[in-house]
């Protein structure tokens, strides 16, 4: 326990009489030093073939994100979302996990990914969280930091692209989400099996290592147009800490298919750690 945190004959503290009981002062350090702590995870996919990933949300939540200083979730929570009026279990359940957490003073701040970007206003209130634009810069421990899902930066993926931008127009989104839910659950679905199907014509071809991951062109445009010298996103599966010799980093956070992947940001630098599933 640091020294420092001792009342002194010098303390002009004006708290209770009597000195502190070290043990409450041993909790209170630890307080300080886990509220310190800023998450980051993405590419959850939640989906009710995989409980057992909601389940270890759930613990996440309840017991690491609780005692950080905030959270923040960049896309992909869902495996699918098709408008805020679907009443999926794991979306009830999530909805309720992050409104105590929430209202237990975490904020929590959520960046749309390629599957769950029809998530809304509405959805995001009754889940306490902030939505934010993809990309997002935020300040992260005094540092400007670039946060987003990840999928802008595959530019290589030019048709993904153009299927990106035509969905994230407000006017194809409001035809859409018009249509009845059973006719939006049977759009995901196509929209899933097409892109399973076009990551099997990719792994074939041998392109899926280039055109499944960012640009390199892009990532180093965007450091510059930004101008960050740290980017944070997901999207691409394939968590690493990337520190360029230029003093930029890129941080790529892992998915939660098999486990959990969790970002943690404190006073000693990024930890990017899994979570096993049991
Ligand atoms: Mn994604």
Avoid at 3 to 29: M, N, Q, Y
Avoid at 143 to 161: F, K, M, N, R, S
Avoid at 216 to 243: C, L, N, S
Avoid at 250 to 264: A, C, M, N
Wanted: glycine share 8%; charged share 25%.
């Amino acid at each position: 326990m640091p020294g420092s945190l001792l009342c002194d004959s010098k303390c002009r503290c004006r708290g209770l009489p009597g000195t502190l009981d070290a043990r409450i002062l041993r909790e209170r350090v630890a307080d300080y030093t886990s509220r310190m702590t800023t998450l980051f995870i993405s590419d959850l996919h939640l989906d009710p073939e995989r409980p057992f990933i909601t389940e270890l949300f759930g613990r996440f939540i309840d017991e690491e994100a609780s005692e950080a200083e905030a959270l923040y979730i960049l896309g992909d929570l869902f495996e699918a979302w098709v408008g805020d009026d679907d009443p999926s279990a794991a979306g009830a359940f999530v909805a309720e996990k992050l409104r105590a957490l929430t209202d237990a003073g975490v904020p929590t701040y959520f960046i749309r990914g390629n599957r769950d970007f029809l998530l809304g206003a509405d959805y995001a209130q009754r889940a306490g969280m902030t939505l934010l634009p993809d990309p997002a810069v935020i300040l992260l421990q005094g540092e400007p930091t670039l946060i987003l899902h990840g999928d802008l930066l595959c530019t290589d993926d030019v048709a993904y692209q153009q299927f990106r931008a035509q969905t994230r127009d407000p006017r194809w989104q409001a035809q859409f989400l018009t249509q009845p839910l059973p006719a939006r659950l049977s759009f995901a679905e196509q929209a899933r099996a097409a892109s399973k199907a076009r990551y099997g014509e990719l792994l074939a071809s041998g392109m899926a290592e280039t055109v499944g991951d960012v640009s390199h062109a892009t990532v180093q445009e965007w450091f510059k147009r930004y101008g960050v010298r740290r980017m944070i996103h997901g999207h691409t599966h394939r968590p690493a800490i990337h520190d360029h010799v230029n003093g930029e980093s890129r941080i790529v956070l892992g998915d939660w298919y098999e486990q959990g992947s969790v970002l943690r940001v404190g006073e000693n630098g990024f930890d990017l750690v899994s979570l096993p599933a049991v």
